[in-house]
């Protein structure tokens, strides 16, 4: 959703172009469908910027796997589909689709919130064999819940990355995890008021769509209504200056120390970005007690 790349692999041109987005679907399908006529898979479908058609350089390729059965043969076919599709794009698309096996999906034995499954059952989807979403279940976990619990992992993984992670490591996540925050936290958020029943009124729409620009749209109106609207502009700021940086670096008109000092930079502001969610957590989980 929003990549940060080290400067070496901005070098040596393992950057993905939209084009590489387009090829990996086709790529996928065809995978997904040899593992369906096997028998070891029974339904697969990309969701996201890459269904869209609006992958950028910093997407992700998300798809999900419904395997037929437990059986090694089926996880096996998963691993296949996987491995190839990365060898086939010399690794520079990150491809982590959502593995399960039917009887996990339909039985909603799964890790998945029925927020995410919202989004990842919406209209834009590529689909191969049997739909999952057609049967696919969630646990009904209170909204205010589902939200607690997902703001409480964002805070725990930034703090422990401004801890651990050198502020190089860009692979350790913790970077793009706080540039992505206006996005997943703006949804999350968005998904759980629709269901409060409370006078914050925001469009049903967004439970289900991929569009980037109405989420942010409708998060940043309803933070200015709460009063908390300046860290959500900052991160949004902080994403945008990023896009700019690639951008620049890609054309080769940035060098690598200063690339490194903005990178420093970001990392620096995790803290940032924590007290923010605690913000969010303050002003939002009381309509849910």
Not at 36 to 43: E, L, N, V, Y
Not at 105 to 119: A, I, S, T, V
Not at 216 to 225: A, H, I, P, S
Request: proline fraction near 4%; charged fraction near 25%.
């Amino acid at each position: 959703m929003g990549r940060v790349f080290s400067y070496s692999a901005i070098e040596a041109g393992k950057v993905p172009q939209p084009h590489d987005f387009k090829q990996a679907a086709v790529l996928f399908a065809e995978l997904a469908e040899g593992g369906i006529r096997s028998g070891a898979i029974d339904g697969s479908f990309i969701y996201g910027s890459v269904a869209l058609g609006v992958a950028n350089y910093r997407s992700d390729f998300d798809a999900l796997l419904s395997l037929n059965s437990q059986r090694p043969s089926s996880y096996s076919a998963a691993r296949v589909i996987t491995q190839q599709l990365l060898l086939e794009t010399e690794h520079t698309i990150p491809v982590l689709p959502i593995v399960q096996t039917k009887n996990a999906l339909k039985d909603g034995n799964h890790e998945m919130d029925r927020f995410f499954g919202q989004h990842l059952m919406g209209d834009y989807r590529i689909v191969q064999g049997n739909d999952p979403a057609g049967y696919m279940e969630f646990a009904n976990h209170p909204a205010g819940e589902i939200l607690s619990s997902y703001l409480f992992q964002k805070k725990r993984r930034l703090a422990n990355s401004y801890a651990i992670a050198d502020p190089l490591d860009v692979n350790e996540g913790g970077i793009q995890r706080m540039l992505e925050l206006p996005q997943a936290v703006g949804r999350k958020l968005l998904q759980a008021v629709i269901e409060a029943d409370h006078v914050l009124e925001v469009p049903e729409t967004l439970q289900r769509t991929a569009e980037k620009s109405m989420v942010l749209g409708e998060t940043r109106k309803l933070l200015r209504d709460n009063g908390i609207g300046e860290g959500f502009e900052g991160l949004v700021v902080a994403n945008d200056e990023y896009d700019v940086l690639l951008e620049e670096t890609i054309k080769g008109g940035v060098d690598e120390e200063t690339y490194h000092d903005v990178i420093r930079g970001f990392h620096a502001n995790l803290p940032i970005a924590i007290t923010w969610i605690e913000q969010v957590e303050q002003s939002f989980l009381p309509l849910f007690r």
